[in-house]
């Protein structure tokens, strides 16, 4: 086959183009030259690696064409191509180049003829397998698979690492702060308290609401928290300077029994028996917009994480969804068996609504359809308001830095604290310690580990650290002699102590690691 542009290419340089059409023309003429060389890169036997542009020193440039940006242009293509190969595939002189060329054209003359069969390891670099295969280099180091993921757990392994004692009476809210080294709490003492969430110590007491605090939430800086009473005011309180702010929020009529703070802590957002929710702008300390919500007292609000959407709901049954900036419901949410409903929380994603129903049930609800998706039971709820969560467990790298699954978690009216797999509904572990109703619950997963806090009527805040599984050692049969059988007969006589060993407790804010 006959080359026009490959042999006028090899002769010396032809008189400079003049005509715009014939500048257009070579260009063209150009561009097929560089595919077809693409299209014998599966030919070379000689060379590891095709020329990066055919004749790059003896071509002419028009002055529409850039040749620094067709070089980039190849550069990236070849780099590619050739990524983690020693050496330059172009490092070339002129004359290795000429003969290069010489040498793919009558291989493609060969081709055209039918001669063109060709040992594909004859150059010994590789594969060679036809115009569009790729080539395939034997010095390339396999890619590794990754190892595969650890079976999902269980169970959980959450023991008790702090008693926290400081309220005088019950205590019906707890949360980690946003970084998770503090943890606030609230009681019907009408004090909040915030601990170290590491050492258990007691770092402030804010005392000023009228009566039992009912509700809590931190900013999401970390620096204030926000409290609501049933002196029918919410109140903000500095944790850094361990003042608190001058103007309490005045406007609700009723007991405030839920609060939230919006993602950029400009606002916040509460929900009262007065039936009504409020949106407050935290610098003013004023109403922004009020919410005729529900047509029964309201016990649960949550913001999204991006601030866009409200969740409520009432004892009247409903969970409903509100639009942030023009205070539209979107969404109605109602089970069919009607149950009062006592808080709601949004999933970390926002795609869900988790709700605690007087029915002994939580439910899990896709509010974009409208539908319930999952039903966690095992707890007794009949009487008063519970308040959980959701938390992560199992692991995908070590250490554990990242989670694997998520559960729900929830206090319980017998004293005790559940965890559930979301998708299995599972009981992953009941965790025994309160006396009396668990009332709030909270997680926190930080680089270090992960820990659970609850709190209850008994007026105790109680710390859970989730543990390692321990290794279980097969059981090894052993052959026992007389005298061996003798030492353990007299072992068994031995009294046992059944002294059990209980975390030690703190009396105003002074607490121990239990060992």
């Known amino acids: 086959m006959d080359h026009p542009s490959k042999r006028r290419r090899l002769d010396p340089s032809p008189p400079p183009i003049s005509s715009p059409v014939e500048t257009s023309s070579d260009e063209l003429a150009a561009g097929s030259d560089h595919e077809q060389e693409r299209r014998r890169v599966g030919w070379t036997i000689q060379k590891a690696y095709p020329p990066k542009r ?26 590619s191509r050739n990524h983690g190969r020693a050496g330059s595939p172009w490092e070339r002189s002129d004359k290795a180049q000429n003969d290069d060329d010489e040498d793919n054209e009558h291989r493609n003359e060969n081709d055209d003829n039918g001669e063109g069969a060709i040992d594909p390891d004859a150059d010994g670099t ?48 707890v949360k980690f702060s946003p970084d998770g080294s503090m943890i606030a709490s609230g009681g019907a003492d009408g004090a909040v308290k915030v601990w170290d969430a590491s050492t258990g110590k007691l770092i402030h007491t804010f005392e000023g609401h009228l009566a039992g605090i009912s509700t809590i939430a931190w900013s999401p800086d970390g620096a204030t928290i926000a409290s609501g009473s049933d002196d029918k005011t919410i109140r903000l309180w500095n944790v850094l300077t361990g003042k608190a702010h001058p103007i309490p929020f005045v406007g609700h009529h009723n007991y405030v029994y839920a609060i939230a703070f919006s993602p950029k802590g400009n606002m916040l957002v509460s929900g009262s028996y007065d039936e009504a929710v409020f949106l407050w702008d935290v610098r003013s300390a004023s109403v922004m917009r009020s919410l005729p919500a529900h047509s029964d007292p309201v016990g649960g609000i949550d913001v999204v994480w991006d601030g866009t959407l409200i969740a409520s709901c009432a004892t009247d049954g409903l969970i409903r969804i509100w639009d942030t900036a023009t205070g539209q419901c979107l969404r109605t949410l109602v089970h069919e068996d009607n149950p009062p409903v006592t808080a709601v929380k949004f999933s970390p994603n926002g795609k869900f609504v988790l709700a605690w129903t007087l029915d002994d049930c939580v439910r899990l609800w896709d509010y974009v359809e409208g539908r319930c998706l999952k039903t966690y039971q095992g707890h007794a709820n009949r009487k008063y308001s519970l308040l959980g969560g959701f938390g992560v467990y199992g692991q995908t790298g070590t250490p554990r830095t990242t989670a694997g699954y998520a559960f729900v978690v929830s206090g319980s009216e017998d004293g005790a604290v559940l965890c559930w797999d979301v998708i299995s509904k599972k009981v992953l572990q009941r965790i025994e310690g309160h006396v009396g ?25 109680r710390v859970w650290e989730e543990q390692a599984e321990p290794a279980v050692e097969p059981e090894v049969e052993t052959k026992v002699g007389p005298e061996e059988e003798e030492e353990e007969e007299e072992e068994k006589q031995q009294p046992i102590d059944k002294s059990i060993d209980e975390p030690e407790d703190t009396e105003m804010g002074e607490a121990r690691e239990a060992g």
């Open 54 to 79: 055919p004749y790059a020193r003896s071509r002419s440039f028009s002055s529409s064409e850039s040749p620094d940006e067709l070089a980039i242009d190849a550069d990236v293509y070849w780099r």
């Open 126 to 173: 590789g594969i060679a397998r036809g115009n569009d295969a790729e080539i395939e280099y034997s010095d390339r180091s396999p890619t590794p698979v990754p190892p595969p993921p650890p079976p999902k757990p269980d169970s959980v392994n959450y023991r008790q690492k702090f008693l926290l004692k400081g309220h005088l009476r019950g205590v019906s809210a």
């Open 437 to 461: 109703v668990v009332l709030g619950v909270d997680t926190c997963a930080t680089s270090e580990g992960r820990w659970l806090v609850s709190c209850g009527l008994d007026g105790t805040v």
